[in-house]
């Protein structure tokens, strides 16, 4: 049975305990060793691909910049939330030269994961519910028509080859960013995003010849946005969409959320993200905390009746596979009875 208290009582009581571990003080010393890895690992692959040359063997190098890619991603990910420095200008500093280096628009996607993390799952508020070419409730399923219709209706077939586009479309938003007032940033990321681009781009035709550069980018390109897409879709994906907004805070975010069971490799492959309901309890919690804070959390919603949703990453995906299923079941069975 599920324990009432009054509004933020219940988190107010987990923030302290989550305080007096010590799980909320920054971990400079862990995020300068994990950025610093980061960076040769970014310069190395350029390296090894400069002296490899123009041979197939290169599509190794473009599976380990797709991981490289990822990982620096994460760092990112974590400045935005603060988790590196308390002041938000170095984390802004930290995340924009991360996004820079990939490619990508730092403002802008910190900017819709804000909204997420205010309102994670909501129907009408949450930014990740709406993609074009997936549905993600029942109300997004009926008023699909034409193409996008039929995609819904095989949407689960469709969503891992789907997510080979995630990276050009994190590069496609990234430049639409900079032309947007919104972006406070604009004109440091449009400088970042073209040099990154023209640099991408010049780097891989002058050493490989047409035809196995363009087979380089793409699967570059394929297999970082599977990454990113196979690190955050397991994080809501398949849990419970909300359209009433009177849950308090600590419910609202963990009836939404999904964790990933594992240990270091877990940790380091997810970024972290594997701990989504302690992350999104405190979102400012250093990466290297979130493991530790995860007992105590997990403790706290048995103590109070929440449910906290735990699995492995494999029966993660097949939640998520299964529940995209069932969403197009409705347009499959109607088209059958058109038919």
């Known amino acids: 049975m599920t324990t009432m208290a009054q509004p933020g009582s219940e988190y107010a009581a987990l923030s302290r305990e989550i305080r007096a571990a010590g799980l909320l003080r920054r971990r400079h010393g862990y995020y300068a060793a994990k950025i610093a890895g980061n960076l040769v690992a ?17 599509l190794f190098i473009a599976a380990f910049m797709a991981i490289v890619f990822a990982q620096l991603a ?31 628009s730092f403002q802008e996607w910190i900017g819709g994961h804000n909204r997420h993390h205010a309102n994670p799952n909501h129907e009408d508020r949450d930014p990740d ?21 039929w995609m819904a209706k095989h949407q689960a077939w469709l969503f891992f080859p789907l997510l080979t586009l995630e990276g050009i479309s994190l590069h ?6 900079v032309f947007s007032a919104e972006n406070r940033a604009r004109r440091v990321e449009g400088a970042l995003l073209t040099a990154h681009l023209v640099g991408y781009l010049i780097a891989v035709f002058l050493v490989l010849s047409p035809g196995i550069a ?24 398949g ?8 849950l308090d805070f600590i419910r609202k975010q963990v009836l939404t959320s999904r964790n990933i069971r594992g240990g270091p490799v877990t940790d380091f492959v997810l970024g972290g993200l594997n701990y989504q309901i302690e992350h999104h309890l405190f979102p400012s919690m250093p990466r290297p905390h979130l ?33 995209l299923h069932d969403l197009g079941a409705p347009l499959r069975a109607a088209d059958r009875v058109l038919v």
Not at 172 to 177: D, L
């Open 172 to 177: 496609v938003a990234g430049f639409k960013s």
């Open 239 to 246: 849990m419970p969409t909300i359209t009433d907004d009177s």
């Open 214 to 237: 363009v087979v380089f980018i793409v699967v570059h390109q394929a297999l970082w946005g599977v990454y990113m897409g196979c690190s955050f879709a397991p994080n809501h994906k």
């Open 74 to 104: 994460f760092i990112g990910h974590d400045a935005g939330h603060k988790q590196i420095f308390r002041t938000r200008r170095l984390n802004d500093a930290v995340g924009t030269v991360h996004g820079g280096l990939i490619g990508m």
């Open 291 to 323: 493991r530790h804070a995860q007992p105590i959390v997990q403790r706290f919603c048995a103590e109070h009746g929440i449910p906290y949703s735990q699995t492995s990453l494999v029966r993660s995906y097949a939640e998520v596979l299964r529940y």
């Open 42 to 58: 970014f310069a190395g692959a350029w390296v090894a691909f400069a002296f490899l040359g123009d041979t197939w063997w290169q």
């Open 129 to 149: 519910l709406v993609i074009a070419a997936l549905a993600f409730t029942s109300t997004q399923a009926r008023l699909k028509t034409g193409f996008l219709r």
